[in-house]
Each structure stands twice: as structure tokens, then as C-alpha cells.
């Protein structure tokens, strides 16, 4: 039996076979493999070097994480740090310093003279959770020994509850923020109020407190759309919303800038009388969207939204990727935009006559691409085609305007959080409940966009006593 035979003979064997095997057997088969190694040992340098990593990598399992290849030539400088970044770690302002000192000396026992600060730490902690406090407001009657009445003194707690209720307005400040803030659901703010505060409210109360915040702050939301209905730049979009199981819109509108506006709106249609009720007449600046036709009476200037289109056209070439006719026509119309969005770039304060010519230049040549393929229905081209020569008045508007996004990212952003609600919850239940999600919404995404601490700006707009009395009818 050669050393060949012998290999593939124990590979089958099981080890109970080869528990079996005898002593002499088995030393046989150590001897036979023995004078094998010796022989492959002693011709190792007429066979060449052993297989690379070439051949390790294809012997590897998949899941194994390749080596990565060196890199040639001269090592890359490393970019140095952004300057923002070099300091130390931000002291605070302490709210409260504790001395430790020594009283007498460790080593001879003697008394100090003179002290200095060796070094401070600073440790970062939250005090006791603190119980609600309840307040009664006890009204006393006085008798008048000369008029012989009896006297009350009026009670006006504007500005600390609502109406007859129990809650504060810290509670209600609250209670909104847990909600729109940190989308927690009522069982959790229950939860939460009870935990850290010892207060027991019922889900119907939680709800209560927030239609009286929507009522209240019914004239601050007005001014904010108003705001928005000024604005020189404006983004529009909407998305779905099921109010009692029926669909539903919410329309949002949104200005970028150093005091930007969230403002929602809840409508059962998505049709374009939706847009003239809200911006017909009122806003005569740019409104930037997407293709939706429910935009197309606006009769301002229009930016459309070119992340739209050039997802449409990513499309389009992966439908008919083998098509170099249509691989061009795409190429041609995405190269028009990068040119426009590099010319904004690299061009260094441009007036409004360089924007103007440029906007005319690159206008002439979406519209050159559009009729390439406008009236050939048989073209996988044709509808974007149509689309370019239908809006080629509303594609390079922010090479027009400093400031007007090429997209409607911000209109898209800024739905997120209320489709992240709908996905969760489905939508509402009632018009009121519906009404207080767009109304609180646009204030607390309005004030977060401005950098603003909800909850503060939140309980100094309930404690106004000016917008407790402009209530709104319920």
C-alpha cells in the first residue's frame, strides 16, 4: 500500500476504526508518512513557491473579509484637524462647588497657613426627581361693617391653568413636548408623569390638555402661516393622513432661512383648490415642488425639484440600460445640471445679469434635449422629454435666485416626522385630534428648526396672559 492508498484509506476511517488499528499498524503508516514529508522537503526548491494569495483567496470561504492591498507609491498626507475641534472639554457654569480641604497636616500633624487651588472636577448630575406641587387657591369673603356686605376677591389665574381645570400650564408645556417632541405615546407619558413626578392623569385628561394648547396658541399658528404666505421662498409638499379610517392630506409649507417656518394643514382633498386656498393671492415669491400637477396653476415663479427628475432618469436608464440612445439622451440631460450646479459653485458672487445669461444658456438647452424625443411616442425618452418642455421655464430658477434650493428637500425632511406618526399610529381618530396634530406640529417643529427649546418656548406662550384670553372657539 503506497502513502496515496494509505491517506485516502484512514480519510474513510472513523476513529473508532482507528482505535482498531494495532501498533504495528500504526506505526507503519507514522513511518510511511515520515519518508514522505522527507522527500517533499527535499525537493521544495524545484517546485516553485507556494501558491500566493491569489490562491488563498479563492480557497477562502465567502464570508471571509479579503486583505486589502497595499498601496503603492507615497502615503497620503494626513488632513489635519478641523481648527473647530482643537479645545478642551467645555467646563459648565457650576450651580453648586464643594471645598475639600485637609485640616491638618498628614505627615507632622501641624496646621496650615496658606491654601491654593491644586486642581477642580467637575461632576454633571440631575437633582431628585421632584413631586408635582399642588396649590389651593383658598378665596376668602371679608363682611363690611359699614355697607353691611360680604366682600370676595376675585380669583384670575390667567396664565397658570386653563379655564376651571386642574392642570397647570407647566403640566400642559409639558405633556406637549413628551408628544410632539419625543412622539411618546400617552401610555408612556402616563408613565413618565407618575415615575418622576408622582402625578396620576387619565388618558382622556392628557388628551384634554392638548386641544386646550391648540386653542390656545390658535392665533400663534395663524401667524405662523401667515409668515409663510410673506416669505420670498417657499416649499411645498404633502403626503397622506387617515382621519376616522378616511384619507386624507397633510399639506405642508416651509421657508428656509434665519427664521424658518413648519406650517401643516390637514385637508381631505390633494386637489389643486387646496394650493389657491392656501397661497392664492397671499404669497408671490418662489415656490419650489415636485412635478405634482396639483401645483401647476400657481401662477408665481416655480422651482421645480430636480432630485425628483433625476431619480426618474436613473430609472429610465436602468429599464433600458442597453439602449445607448437612451443612455445618452439621460446623460446629456444630468450633465446640463451638474454644470449649472458647478457654475454656482466656482462662480464667485455672480449679478444678476451673469444669472440671468446663464439661466438663458442652460433653459435653451433643456429645451433642445426636450424636443429631441418630445413627439416620438414609440421612444422610451418621450415622457421626460414632455416633462423638460412642460416646466423648462421652472427647472433653473435658483440659478436665477441666491438661496432657492435645485430640490425640495426641506419640504421632504421636514414630512418625515409626521410620516413617521402616521406609519406608527395610522392617523387620528377625530377633527379635533387631527387639528391639534397639525396645529401643535407646525409650533414645535417650527421652533426646533429655529434651534429653540421647545418645552421653554412652549410654557412661556401658555403663561402669556394675552394668549390665554385670544383663546380660539372651541
Known amino acids: 500500500m503506497d502513502l496515496g492508498e494509505v491517506l485516502s484509506y484512514t480519510a474513510r476511517m472513523t476513529s473508532e476504526q482507528l482505535a482498531e488499528l494495532s501498533k504495528e499498524q500504526l506505526i507503519v503508516i507514522i513511518l510511511q508518512l515520515q519518508e514522505r514529508i522527507a522527500k517533499l522537503e527535499a525537493a521544495g526548491g524545484n517546485q516553485g513557491p507556494p501558491a500566493g494569495p491569489t490562491s488563498a483567496k ?180 404633502e403626503t397622506g393622513w387617515r382621519e376616522n379610517g378616511q384619507n386624507g392630506y397633510i399639506w405642508g409649507f416651509f421657508t428656509p432661512g434665519e427664521e424658518p417656518v413648519r406650517y401643516y394643514e390637514y385637508d381631505a382633498s390633494r386637489g389643486q383648490a387646496v394650493v389657491a386656498r392656501i397661497l392664492g393671492g397671499k404669497f408671490h415669491g418662489h415656490l419650489a415642488t415636485d412635478f405634482y400637477a396639483g401645483y401647476n396653476d400657481y401662477e408665481g415663479p416655480h422651482q421645480r425639484c430636480w432630485t425628483h427628475l433625476l431619480r426618474d432618469l436613473h430609472e429610465l436608464k436602468e429599464d433600458h440600460s442597453q439602449e445607448a440612445e437612451v443612455l445618452e439622451w439621460a446623460g446629456s440631460v444630468r450633465k446640463v445640471y451638474d454644470e449649472a450646479k458647478q457654475w454656482l459653485a466656482t462662480a464667485r458672487a455672480p449679478d444678476q445679469e451673469a444669472r440671468a445669461k446663464k439661466y438663458v444658456e442652460l433653459t435653451g438647452r433643456t429645451h433642445e434635449l426636450g424636443l429631441q424625443f418630445a413627439k416620438n411616442k414609440d421612444s422610451p425618452c418621450c415622457a421626460l422629454a414632455k416633462r423638460l418642455m412642460r416646466h423648462e421655464d421652472e427647472l433653473f430658477q435658483f440659478v436665477l435666485v441666491a438661496g432657492l434650493s435645485a430640490d425640495n428637500n426641506l419640504a421632504e425632511r421636514s414630512l418625515r416626522p409626521l410620516v413617521v406618526i402616521r406609519k406608527i399610529s395610522g392617523g387620528s381618530r377625530s377633527t379635533d385630534g387631527t387639528q391639534t396634530r397639525m396645529a401643535l406640529a407646525s409650533l414645535f417643529e417650527t421652533w426646533r428648526a429655529r434651534g429653540l427649546n421647545a418645552y421653554a418656548e412652549g410654557l412661556k406662550l401658555l403663561s402669556c396672559p394675552k394668549a390665554i384670553k385670544a383663546q380660539a372657539p372651541a
Not at 457650576?94 to 486642581?119: M, N
Open 58 to 237: 479563492e480557497s477562502s470561504p465567502p464570508w471571509v473579509k479579503r486583505n486589502r492591498p497595499k498601496r503603492e507609491g507615497p502615503k497620503k498626507p494626513r488632513r489635519k484637524r478641523d481648527p473647530k475641534h482643537n479645545h478642551a472639554r467645555r467646563l459648565e457654569t457650576p450651580t453648586r462647588t464643594v471645598d475639600h480641604r485637609l485640616d491638618r497636616c498628614p505627615k507632622c500633624d501641624g496646621s496650615f497657613q496658606q491654601e491654593t487651588l491644586a486642581y477642580a472636577r467637575q461632576v454633571i448630575e440631575l437633582p431628585p426627581p421632584q413631586a408635582v406641587e399642588v396649590i389651593e387657591h383658598r378665596v376668602i369673603s371679608s363682611f363690611c361693617p359699614q355697607c353691611l356686605r360680604w366682600h370676595t376677591a376675585e380669583l384670575d389665574l390667567t396664565g397658570q391653568v386653563f379655564g376651571q381645570g386642574r392642570m397647570g400650564v407647566g403640566i400642559t408645556a409639558l405633556v406637549a413636548y413628551l408628544r410632539n417632541s419625543l412622539r411618546l405615546p400617552y401610555r408612556r407619558i402616563q408613565d413618565y408623569l407618575l415615575t418622576i413626578h408622582q402625578l396620576v392623569i387619565s388618558v382622556g385628561e392628557l388628551v384634554e390638555l392638548l386641544h386646550e394648547m391648540r386653542r390656545v396658541t390658535h392665533k400663534e399658528v395663524e401667524g405662523l402661516k401667515k409668515q409663510a404666505q410673506a416669505s420670498a421662498i417657499l416649499h411645498a409638499d
